[in-house]
């Protein structure tokens, strides 16, 4: 039997990699974060670390991890491949029997604005179906319920989700909410009393309960992302480097 390579001769030419990426038609280019975020006009777009860069490089096109991270276009031309790529490179990751001992999480935040993809939202609903047996879970985030509800899965998001987390919503839609993710009365009031970032309510078929959320002052600075800590933050850093600034910034409390 003969094999396709049988029937080739190696090229004689050295191999230079392919270049540089670029996109002609572009309207706006970003670069990927060391958090694995693009962040544009004023909002974060969660991608993953795998596509993460180093904050200080520049380059219009990164490897990372074994893989080119090109430019964002806003029409959403390559950002609609290259999430596909990621969901189908976590799928192979989730998928792999090798790991299957491991627990896997997936966070997809604004999901909404995913579910308007019919490829991706074909994606998710595999995953959401799937993944369980996997050892795995799939986490979906968002502030508009009715967003969800247009993407025509918001039944079956409810279904294969069976621990959902609410945060403080005291303007909320209390019959929506009241329907659409069978709460009952207490379970109602207690969404809409929650001190908002340090209280989040947990719904689970057996149980609600409310958590809180408590972090010293190092731990605060460096997670929080209300966009006037951000600032301030960020000139901290500027002004006396990262581990003097956050020493100043902690002992101001926030």
Known sequence: ???????????TRPY????EFSYPFHDQTALVTCCGR?????????????????????????TASGWSVLWITISGIVLEPLLFYILHRA????????????????FIDEAWLFLKNPSIKSYII?????????????????????????????DIIIESCPTK?????????????????NLNDNEIELISTLRPKQQLLIKTPELAKVANLEVDAKSYWLYTNDPFDNRKRQEAFETYGF????????????
Request: aromatic fraction near 8%; hydrophobic fraction near 35%; glycine fraction near 4%.
């Open 16 to 19: 230079r990699n392919i270049g």
């Open 1 to 11: 039997m003969k094999y396709p390579a049988d029937g080739y001769k190696p090229s």
């Open 91 to 106: 799928n192979a990751s989730i998928c792999d029997p090798k790991i299957s001992h491991t627990f896997k999480a997936f």
């Open 126 to 154: 595999e995953a959401l179906k799937t993944w369980r047996k996997q050892n795995a879970a799939l986490i979906l985030s968002t502030q508009s319920l009715d967003e969800l509800r247009k993407s025509e899965i918001l």
């Open 165 to 181: 987390i609410f945060l403080a919503n005291p303007d909320m839609d209390r019959d929506l909410y009241r329907r659409q993710f």
């Open 243 to 254: 581990e003097k600034g956050l020493e100043v910034l902690a002992g101001g409390q926030p």
């Open 38 to 62: 693009i962040c544009l006009f004023k909002k974060k777009t969660n991608l993953s670390i795998l596509s993460r860069v180093k904050p200080w490089e520049s380059k219009r096109s990164t």
